[in-house]
């Protein structure tokens, strides 16, 4: 408690201090208020943000609530589909076999190198975004839920069958529940790949949510305001994988190793 | 020598356990007075340690014997320079200790050796303060090796071999140091019973050969009986002195030898008592 | 063993061959519009007859050039910050408190405030490329530094080992495996931001090629073609880094 007190005056007494360097460095002229906006400038627009908005009329919760939107469209239609996939795929072995070269380099393709493609078929607007933001969740989460099944402890099967368990049966109450931790960890993987890919899928051909917020405040040299916009991203981010790790405890409470599980 | 004060000493003139002997030895570790106590973070601190003193010769084979919150391990550690007492003081050869690196070898209970380097380079990195090039200290591990037993292991990491075998590194890898003082906590402790009735075997005829001062802590009054010359009893809460055996029985000891079962029983009480 | 690996490989290959056939035969039967979504061997056929090898293998070069140019130097800062955070207290109550607050903002978030700073050309790439790498491996060799088993350290103690030799020997050493999985982490995160990169501001580099490629109407399937060749490079550059770190750690740790 005495340690964790003693990091928090530190890291205040850090930030504190950044910010009260940055604006004397500005205040003397040593460093440009374009670059490096002095604290003063960021709480301006921290007001201007919030009340009539950057480009103006929009708010910078219509911003997030944009970016948050456009993220859950693209996430949940991709755990829709991979969930029940992979539940298949890592049941059966042949398919399993057959599909792990195309997971794997399906995974491998960057996102983003889809973007022009994607802008193609289906032009610069939402559904773009969507589609990129659940392509990118959907081979994350795929490739966790075949594996979370596949490599379930044997131990548990054969403890299953030693009871009579088999088949579907063996499957729901053994198999499946035992995939959940790692299932659970695909997910949160897939929301941190769809909330890398929203930033850089909104800088292209929009001027809504936050990756448009702080590139289009750049073109205006308001560097303040994509400051912002990048603690607000921080923030999001931030809150939510702990929320959903918070759900994971909740809805698991008997696994334990999450943390081990990487891949 | 107020260590040699026991409450074995009404038992001594009858009793296969004698009054520890007068020390024919000279003194290679000195513990006076050494006391110990954890800090806690609400209330009183826990006391583990109390006013230990002990004196250990040069070449013997001492065990410390208690329960479990006995504080023995406390008491290597302490010995070893790895913890602190909060009082008092441990002198080898006359020279109180500051720290670890004094001459005292130890051997964990978990092996401890370290996973990335093979069982030649664990045991030849034990050798790091002898002043020899690369080549002598890998000379110098793989006679060390041959003398566990394992200079066929000598390329294998330590996950590839089996737990006795990893112990029998560590105590190579300690043996590297040229140690005065082996210090060993419950270095069997993990082991199956056949391994580590094999180990004990081993650890004495390493004994026989590198004559060290050795301090064994183990739970086991057996493994105690088997070893030592001389036993000391740790009462738990806090760690003090109960007893001190010493043990004249010819190596090697039967365990079925009426005397070896008396001394069992002996200890025994001391430690439910 | 090695006749069911084969058969898992047949397997791999059926699969493949399927999925290649169908979008293939989906395109030739006028399923998909071929315009807009032409099959492999036409995407592949307009692009050896558009691109010449020595136009891939020169943005292949850029590309390569700038995902390890910054891949490297945010390795190496990574790891010196991480493991000096993780073993001296001070530096580490310093260290932390920015790295935790900075780490939650995606390297791509980054990209305006890098032109701010370093502007439209390659430092910019670098610097947020640089980041892609950097806190992955910052953060893993923190969290290994952190928990290395002190029983290692100990022994290592009773050998008289302290101070930096302490941390080279032994600490650092039993990090390497958390470390070597940031690391590839690291390697994955600069490649997908190396593609962001390329694709918002750049003229040269795969990403930049195939987004010319859209912004100028041009051919759909040498987009397809630039894709895959995008992820064909990760790919294989990913394998070689996992089988140099089975060789680094798997070595003692089993792998």
């Not at chain 1, 022009?116 to 607007?125: D, K, N």
């Not at chain 2, 004196?55 to 065990?63: P, T, W």
């Not at chain 2, 978990?110 to 069982?119: C, E, G, I, N």
């Not at chain 3, 293998?57 to 790891?79: C, E, I």
Request: net charge positive; with cysteine; glycine share 10%.
């Amino acid at each position: 408690m005495k340690r964790q007190l003693i990091q928090l005056a530190v890291a205040l007494a850090l930030i504190a201090a950044i910010l009260a360097g940055l604006e004397v460095g500005v205040r003397s002229g040593f460093l440009k208020a374009y670059q490096f906006p002095p604290a003063s400038r960021i709480a301006r627009g921290f007001v201007e943000i919030t009340t009539t908005g950057f480009p103006t009329g929009i708010s910078i919760w219509s911003h997030t609530l944009t970016t948050i939107v456009r993220i859950l469209e693209g996430y949940i239609g991709a755990l829709v589909l991979a969930i029940p996939l992979g539940l298949l795929i890592g049941a059966v072995g042949v398919l399993d076999k057959m599909t792990a070269p195309i997971v794997v380099f399906c995974r491998s393709i960057a996102t983003l190198s889809l973007l022009p493609l994607v802008i193609v078929w289906f032009g610069a607007g939402e559904l773009t975004k969507a589609v990129l933001i659940g392509y990118g969740c959907f081979w994350t989460m795929l490739s966790n839920v075949i594996a979370g099944v596949k490599y379930v402890d044997p131990v548990l099967v054969r403890a299953g069958r030693s009871f009579g368990l088999s088949g579907t049966e063996l499957y729901r109450t053994v198999v499946f529940p035992a995939a959940l931790p790692r299932i659970f960890a695909g997910a949160r993987m897939a929301l941190g790949v769809g909330f890398m890919v929203i930033v850089g899928a909104e800088m292209i051909g929009t001027i809504e949510g936050l990756g448009a917020l702080i590139m289009e405040a750049r073109s205006f040299y308001r560097s303040e305001i994509t400051i912002i916009g990048m603690l607000v991203i921080g923030v999001l981010g931030f809150v939510i994988s702990s929320g959903l790790a918070a759900a994971e405890r909740i809805m698991l409470p008997w696994s334990t190793d999450l943390e081990g599980i990487r891949r | 020598m107020g260590a040699r004060e026991t409450t074995a000493a009404d038992d001594a003139a009858t009793g296969p356990a004698e009054r520890a002997p007068a020390r024919a030895a000279a003194p290679i570790i000195e513990i006076s007075h050494v006391s110990k106590t954890f800090e806690a973070r609400h209330g009183d601190g826990l006391e583990v340690l109390r006013d230990i003193d002990l004196v250990i010769g040069e070449k013997e084979f001492v065990s410390l014997v208690g329960r479990s919150g006995c504080g023995k391990t406390t008491l290597l550690n302490i010995i070893a320079g790895l913890e602190a007492a909060s009082s008092g003081e441990v002198r080898i050869s006359g020279r109180p200790v500051r720290g670890p690196g004094q001459g005292q070898g130890v051997v964990f209970q978990q092996h401890a050796l370290f996973p990335w380097l093979t069982a030649l380079d664990n045991v030849a990195f034990g050798a790091r303060n002898q002043n020899l090039d690369k080549a002598g200290k890998r000379d110098r591990a793989r006679e060390l090796l041959r003398l566990v037993g394992l200079e066929d292991a000598a390329a294998k990491y330590p996950r590839e071999l089996s737990g006795g075998m990893q112990q029998r590194v560590a105590i190579a890898r300690a043996l590297a140091l040229d140690p005065e003082i082996l210090l060993m906590d419950e270095p069997f402790g993990a082991l199956d019973e056949m391994t580590r009735l094999e180990l004990q075997q081993e650890l004495l005829r390493i004994w026989a050969v590198r004559r060290k001062t050795v301090v064994f802590v183990t739970h086991s009054i057996e493994e105690a009986l088997v070893l030592s010359d001389r036993v000391v009893l740790l009462a738990a809460h806090p760690g003090r002195v109960s007893r001190d055996l010493a043990v004249t029985l010819a190596r090697p000891r039967s365990r079925t030898d009426p005397r070896f079962a008396a001394l069992h029983e002996e200890i025994w009480e001391g430690l439910s008592s | 063993m090695t006749s069911r690996r084969r058969d898992d490989v047949l397997l791999g290959l059926a699969g493949v061959a399927i999925a290649v056939g169908t979008w293939e035969l989906s395109a030739r039967t006028g399923l998909i519009d071929p315009r807009v979504f032409p099959g492999p061997v036409m995407a592949i056929a307009t692009a050896a007859e558009r691109l010449s090898p020595g136009t891939i293998a020169d943005n292949m070069g850029w590309s390569l050039y700038r995902v390890f140019s910054g891949f490297v130097l945010g390795t190496l800062a990574g790891t010196a910050i991480g493991v000096a955070a993780g073993w001296y207290r001070w530096f580490g109550l310093l260290a932390r408190p920015l790295i935790e607050l900075l780490r939650p903002i995606p390297p791509l978030a980054w990209i305006p405030l890098a032109i701010i700073w370093f502007g439209l050309g390659e430092p910019s790439k670098f610097f947020i490329i640089f980041l892609g790498a950097f806190f992955p491996v910052v953060t893993a060799a923190y969290h290994g530094i952190s928990t290395v088993d002190p029983m290692l350290i100990r022994a290592a103690q009773t050998y008289g080992l302290k101070g930096v030799p302490l941390l080279v020997r032994v600490a650092i050493p039993a990090a390497s495996p958390d470390l070597a999985t940031g690391i590839r982490i690291a390697w994955g995160l600069s490649f997908g931001v190396l593609v962001a990169a390329e694709l918002i501001a750049a003229d040269r580099g795969l990403g930049a090629m195939i987004m010319r490629e859209r912004n100028t109407g041009g051919s759909v399937g040498i987009i397809i073609v630039g894709i895959l060749l995008i992820g064909l490079l990760n790919l294989l550059t990913d394998a070689a880094i996992a089988a140099a770190i089975r060789r680094w750690v798997g070595r003692w740790r089993g792998a």
